[in-house]
């Protein structure tokens, strides 16, 4: 099962302070360009893997989703998420999404944020993502950047949100990293941006975007802590169509 690092009571207090978790999407500076590759939602079905505290999925709502289907393995994420939803498009589930089963053809965009970087099992998910869409329908996703869950030596440097980030090296090698980041201990699965590519071309995808996302220079004047983080790409964000 996926680590359940959200329901640690000292990791969920931390996340609860950040500001995506505070302001929700607008607290989020990659959303802008996240929200360019989701498109137009109106009278679509949407599914949210790793929905948190729902912000996406109430998003979708006012933009005129059909369905929205938003899962998360947390319990603490899925409480704060029905306690601030009132819609009855939206429906919260608790899932693994390593194990997920989605009926075929049953969404037309499948969205997920910063979650698939814990997923041991991706290719699993990614299959099962395409099996779900409709033909045409959307795959839309961030995730850390490689550049940020490549490092496995000890010592640290901090990024803008205090992440304690492990100094470049060893990039080639995929697998399991453990990070200290409101907590101790928390696990990621490192892969390579060919990776992530790859995965989605074996499983029938059609990469249509590819962002090595970085600030910009509005983003830099508005919060000047980003700053650091231009040396390097703070997330990988990717579109495809079934």
């Known amino acids: 099962m996926t680590q359940n690092i959200y329901d640690t009571p000292e990791f969920f207090e931390g996340y609860s302070r950040l500001a ?28 949210d893997l790793g929905c948190g505290f729902g912000w996406f999925c109430r998003w979708a709502d ?16 899925l409480a704060r998420a029905r306690a601030t939803t009132i819609s009855a498009t939206i429906r919260y589930e608790h899932s693994d999404l390593e194990r997920l089963q989605l009926p075929a053809q049953s969404v037309d965009l499948a969205y997920s944020s910063l979650t698939l970087h814990y997923l041991e099992r991706l290719p699993a998910l990614v299959a099962t993502v395409h099996r ?11 995730c850390e ?33 453990r990070t200290d980041w409101l907590a101790e201990g928390v696990i990621k699965q490192h892969r390579t941006v060919a990776d992530y590519v790859n995965l989605l071309i074996g499983a029938g995808f059609t990469l249509t975007h590819l962002d090595e996302w970085a600030p910009d220079a509005a983003q830099l004047a508005a919060q000047p802590a980003l700053a650091q983080e231009r040396d390097r790409p703070m997330m ?3 579109a495809a169509n079934r």
């Not at 779900?132 to 961030?142: K, M, Q, W």
């Not at 950047?145 to 080639?172: C, K, V």
């Open 145 to 177: 950047h490689p550049i940020y869950t490549a490092p496995a030596r000890p010592g640290f440097i901090e990024d803008s949100e205090g992440q304690r980030i492990w100094p470049l090296n060893q990039y080639a090698l995929r697998g399991e990293r």
């Open 236 to 238: 990988l964000l990717v």
């Open 20 to 47: 995506r978790s505070v302001h929700g999407l607008d607290g989020a500076p990659e959303w802008p360009a996240l929200r360019a590759l989701v498109a137009d939602v109106r009278g679509r079905d949407v599914v």
């Open 132 to 142: 779900a869409l409709r033909p045409g329908g959307r795959f839309v996703f961030s």
């Open 62 to 77: 006012e933009q005129g989703a059909a369905s929205i289907l938003g899962l998360d393995v947390s319990a603490n994420m």
